[in-house]
């Protein structure tokens, strides 16, 4: 029985139909399996197989018709279904209990149209009978986990560090998120609609799911992995990657809570811009306002340069000294000797060399002071501009994020396809 029930779950998924049965091999009798294998062959045939079927039914209801819904879903033929088989293979689903294998490959085989529209919206209707998690961030982690890198909107591309302050960053994250949601629920939703075929190829049904309960069910081998939970099914099938089909329904199921997480996102965009902020310029504290960089900040910044790229150098008064002095023997020099005389030039030419070289480093380091000073200035009242540019863009990030808003909202109320 268990070998033929087997060799009957291959050639379901290879080329949906079944084996002929050896004469007498599948009838053990009280066994709920052999009358259903044998309704499931008669209902493949186009076959009555009412007598069979109640058989089954009579032994162990529920394990024949989850046999029958799931035997069918794979090999392609799961509209002819009866709808009570449907219900009575799923049972009741609850928050408070692991979702059963079983379950989730009838959740999977309807999700992916095995039974058609009605059986999607019975699973669906399932689904919503269960209360699920009211924190609208655990969904929204879900659907676009938080971005690790920082967020830096047009206007502070030259002041990234702006971006860092949470009143001026903080806006623009929770744009960008929202955007990524309303892309996210797009990208759901525009998948079409389940057609409920197998591969052209024929070679396996697309999950492993239904096939690891069938065999569990013939007596193979039990489903691998532990139960989840209704929430954790629907968080990992709305994550990035996940399966489209059963992102639709989780999607639907989640709306309410993926709903408010948008008008949060789209509240966070709207945070009042400080009049005031502190920025690190050229290593100095600088206090911007509206109407410019702070004036006390800026002349302290100034002192603070001068301080640090005027160095305490020598005083100039060894050259002086030496030019006095080379006049002076220079002077003499006329009166008693030219040989003293070309001394005291040589002398002063030193004096003078020393008097030159010393006004050139001053000259350098105040060049280098204003250069300072000038970049300063410039680099605050870029800054300035820059927050007025921001204020400028906030109007816009609040009108796109009530767009997204209104757009999430309109894609959550149309649901999944039927197919």
Sequence with gaps: MHRYAEALLVHLTADGGAPPPPPGAIDVPGYWLSPAVRALVLILTGDDAMEPLSEAAQLDGAKTALF??????????????????????????????????GQRALWLAAARGAYGPAGKI???????????LHDDDVWLRALVPAEPGLVVPPSLNDFPELAQIPALGGPVQAAARLARLRHRCEEITSVPPPTGALPQTRAVWPDTEPMAVLSALV???????????????LLDDLKPGADPYLAALAL?????????AAAHLADRTDAEQPETLVLPILGHSITLRPDGPDGEAMADAERRIMAGYIPKRPSPMPGYLAALGGLVVFTLGFVFSMILAVVGVGIGALGAWLLWRFRGREKADLALVNAQVAELHELATSAVWALHEYAREAKTRRDQAL????????LLKRGPRAG
């Design 403 to 410: 767009a997204d808003v209104a757009e999430v909202g309109r």
């Design 252 to 260: 639907h199921v989640a709306a309410p809570a993926i709903s408010t």
């Design 219 to 233: 007596g193979a081998a039990e489903p691998d992995g532990p139960l989840s939970s209704l929430n954790g099914h």
């Design 122 to 132: 019975f699973v669906l209707r399932k689904l919503d009978a269960v209360e699920v």
């Design 68 to 101: 029958l819904c799931l035997a069918l879903a794979v090999c392609g033929h799961g509209d002819r279904i009866h709808a009570s088989w449907l219900g009575t293979a799923f049972g009741d689903l609850s928050s408070e209990r692991p979702v059963t294998a």
